[in-house]
């Protein structure tokens, strides 16, 4: 059974620094693509940050130079730290596993960026 188990999530005012893990189960993590989305009420759901199989990473326009994604093989997590947030970031965010057309979401973490 796969499992893809987000923590980290929680309150933090404006400026302040998150980190968000995503622990896997139940899948060869290391040949996975891994990504980050995000969603709020009445809107799709959006790419935050995708990590390859390889380390390569990409981020959303909105948060370059803020967010940074990472993976540690060894342990089949994969992890966003998030640095001078926002209010406009708070969502629920949620992990992505994607490979040869399977894909599995985690159940999400909400974030809320307020003072």
């Known amino acids: 059974q796969v499992q893809l188990v987000e923590s980290g999530g929680g309150l933090v005012q404006p400026g302040g620094s998150l980190r968000l893990s995503c622990a896997a189960s139940?899948?060869?993590?290391?040949?996975?693509?891994m990504a980050w989305y995000r969603q709020v009420p009445g809107k799709q759901r959006e790419l935050v940050a995708d990590?390859?199989?390889?380390?390569?990473?990409s981020y959303a326009d909105s948060v370059k130079g803020r967010f940074t994604i990472s993976r540690d093989n060894a342990k089949n997590t994969v992890y966003l730290q998030m640095n001078s947030l926002k209010p406009e970031d708070t969502a629920v965010y949620y992990c992505?596993?994607?490979?040869?057309?399977?894909?599995?979401w985690g159940q999400g973490t909400q974030v809320t960026v307020s003072s």
């Open positions: 992505n596993a994607y490979y040869g057309g399977r894909i599995y």
């Open positions: 139940g899948i060869i993590f290391s040949i996975y693509h």
């Open positions: 990590i390859s199989s390889r380390g390569s990473t």
